[in-house]
C-alpha cells in the first residue's frame, strides 16, 4: 500500500510553517493554506501509523515544538463555534450561496482532534506539548462533559441523523448546524482517546491535579460508562458506533469491547492507581460511592478481554471497605490554561463585529476564488490516499447504503445506483461542477506540459 501522501521535506516545510491565528482571521486565504496543510499532515499521520511507518510528521511536531501551535488553533475554532458562529447564522444579510468555506471551518476542529489523537499516542508528543497539556486536559474535560451530558438527555446527533436530515428540504445554513453537531460527537469521542494517552504519559504535578482535583475527571468517566453514548438500543436491535457509524451489533458479540469502552477504563485503571494519582484525589463519600458504581460493570466477560482490570476490581473492592479519609489541604502552587480565557477575553465583545466582517470578507468568496479552493482540495485530497484511509466500504451520497459506483465527472462521490445519482444531483450539482471543471482543466495542463 502507497503510505505517502506527502514526503518527508513537504511536511518539514509543513509544520515549520505552522501559527497561531487570531479569531478574526478564521476562515481567510492564509488560514485556509494551514488547514491544508494540517489536513495533509493528518493523513500521512494515520498512514504511517497504520503500516507501522516511519512516523515523520509526529517527530517533526515534536522536533520543531509545534504542538502548542496545533492545541491552540483547535480551541481557537472550537470558541469560534460556540461565539461567532451561532451569530453568524442569525445575521439576516447571510445567505451564502456557497457554504464550502464556512464547512471547512467546523471541519478543521476535528481535524486537529484527529492529528493529536494518532500523535499523542506516544509520550514524547505529550511531553513536546509542554504547557498546552493543561490546555487539552481542559478541552477534553469539555468535550466529555458535554458528551455524557448529552447522551444523558438523549441529544446525540450523528452523521446517520445529519443523512436523515439532508432528505428533508433545509436551508444551507440549517444544514452547517446539523453538519455541525454531527461533528461535536465525532470530536468528543476522539478527546475520550486523547485524555487516555495523557493518563498514560503525563508526570506532571499539575496535569493531574487539574485532572483529579480541579475536574474531578474519574467521576465523568464513571457517568460515561454508565450511560455510554456509543452504544444504544433500537427496536430490540444493539448497535454500537464503530468507524464513524452505527453499527448493528450480533448477539454472540454484545458484551466484546470496543476501543472507546477500552480507552475510558484504561483512563480510570491510571488515574486510580497510579501512586502519583491516589497521593492526589481525594475520595470523598461522593467520590467513593460514585467510583464503587464501576463494580458492577466489572464482569469477568470484561476482565477477561482487559486483564489488567483485575487490578482495579481489587482497588474497588478494598476502597468498599474503607473509610472516606479526611479533606486534603494541601497548599499547591500550580500552572492553569490559558489558551481558552485568552481567546475569550481578547475577543470579548466583539463576537458580532467578528461575525459580520467574516460575513463580508470570509464567508462569500467570489466564483474564481471557489474554483481556486476546488483545486488545491482536489490536490489535498488524493482519492487513492483516501480510499486506504477509510475503515470501510464508501457509502451512497444520496441513502447512506454501501456504494461502488463514483461520479465519473468530479470522482469526489459514491453511488449504489443511478437513481440515487439522478435524485442526489441537485445537492451535488455545485460541488460536482467546480470540482469536475478544475479536474478537465488540470488534466489539460498537464498534456499540454507533456507535449
Not at 251 to 261: G, H, I, P, Y
Amino acid at each position: 500500500m502507497d503510505t505517502s501522501v506527502i514526503l518527508p521535506v513537504e511536511a518539514e516545510g509543513f509544520v515549520q510553517s505552522l501559527e497561531t491565528f487570531s479569531l478574526r482571521d478564521v476562515g481567510s486565504a492564509r488560514w485556509f493554506r494551514q488547514h491544508e496543510y494540517i489536513e495533509k499532515l493528518n493523513m500521512q499521520a494515520i498512514l504511517s501509523a497504520s503500516a507501522v511507518h516511519d512516523e515523520f510528521v509526529k517527530e517533526l511536531l515534536v522536533s520543531y515544538g509545534k504542538i502548542p501551535v496545533l492545541v491552540h488553533e483547535m480551541i481557537l475554532v472550537e470558541v469560534w463555534k460556540q461565539k461567532v458562529f451561532p451569530i453568524l447564522c442569525q445575521l439576516q444579510d447571510f445567505n451564502p450561496k456557497n457554504t464550502f468555506n464556512l464547512y471547512m471551518v467546523i471541519h478543521h476542529e476535528a481535524t486537529i482532534i484527529n492529528l493529536l489523537e494518532t500523535i499523542m499516542f506516544h509520550k514524547e508528543s505529550c511531553e513536546a506539548a509542554y504547557d498546552s497539556v493543561l490546555d487539552l486536559v481542559d478541552y477534553c474535560h469539555r468535550k466529555l462533559t458535554l458528551l455524557a451530558s448529552k447522551a444523558t438527555r438523549g441529544d446525540v446527533t450523528t452523521h446517520d441523523q445529519r443523512r436523515e436530515t439532508e432528505k428533508a428540504v433545509v436551508s444551507s445554513i440549517e444544514e452547517l448546524q446539523t453538519q455541525n453537531a454531527a461533528l461535536e460527537f465525532e470530536i468528543s469521542l476522539k478527546a475520550v482517546s486523547v485524555l487516555r494517552y495523557i493518563t498514560d504519559h503525563t508526570e506532571s504535578i499539575s496535569v493531574i491535579n487539574r485532572l483529579l482535583c480541579t475536574h474531578n475527571v474519574p467521576c465523568v468517566l464513571v457517568q460515561l460508562i454508565d450511560c455510554c453514548p456509543w452504544s444504544r438500543c433500537r427496536e430490540g436491535q444493539v448497535e454500537k458506533y464503530i468507524n464513524s457509524r452505527w453499527q448493528k451489533i450480533p448477539v454472540e458479540d454484545r458484551l466484546k469491547m470496543t476501543k472507546l469502552d477500552g480507552q475510558v477504563w484504561i483512563s480510570l485503571y491510571n488515574l486510580l492507581l497510579k501512586e502519583d494519582c491516589q497521593r492526589k484525589y481525594d475520595f470523598n463519600s461522593f467520590n467513593k460511592s460514585q467510583l464503587l458504581k464501576l463494580r458492577s460493570f466489572l464482569t469477568e466477560v470484561l476482565i477477561d478481554q482487559l486483564p489488567n482490570l483485575v487490578d482495579l476490581q481489587r482497588y474497588l473492592a478494598h476502597l468498599a471497605v474503607t473509610d472516606p479519609g479526611p479533606p486534603k489541604k494541601e497548599l499547591i502552587l500550580e500552572q492553569i490554561p490559558e489558551m481558552w480565557n485568552h481567546i475569550v477575553r481578547e475577543n470579548s465583545g466583539k463576537w458580532k463585529a467578528i461575525a459580520k466582517y467574516q460575513v463580508k470578507e470570509t464567508f462569500n468568496p467570489s466564483e474564481s476564488e471557489l474554483r481556486l479552493q476546488a483545486q488545491r482540495l482536489a490536490q489535498t485530497y488524493n482519492l487513492n490516499v483516501m480510499e486506504s484511509l477509510l475503515p470501510e466500504k464508501p457509502k451512497c451520497g444520496s441513502c447512506g447504503k454501501e456504494a461502488a459506483k463514483r461520479c465519473s465527472r468530479c470522482q469526489g462521490e459514491w453511488y449504489c445506483h443511478r437513481e440515487c445519482q439522478v435524485k442526489h444531483w441537485p445537492k451535488h450539482k455545485k460541488a460536482c461542477q467546480l470540482m469536475g471543471t478544475e479536474a478537465s482543466e488540470t488534466i489539460q495542463r498537464d498534456q499540454t506540459i507533456n507535449s
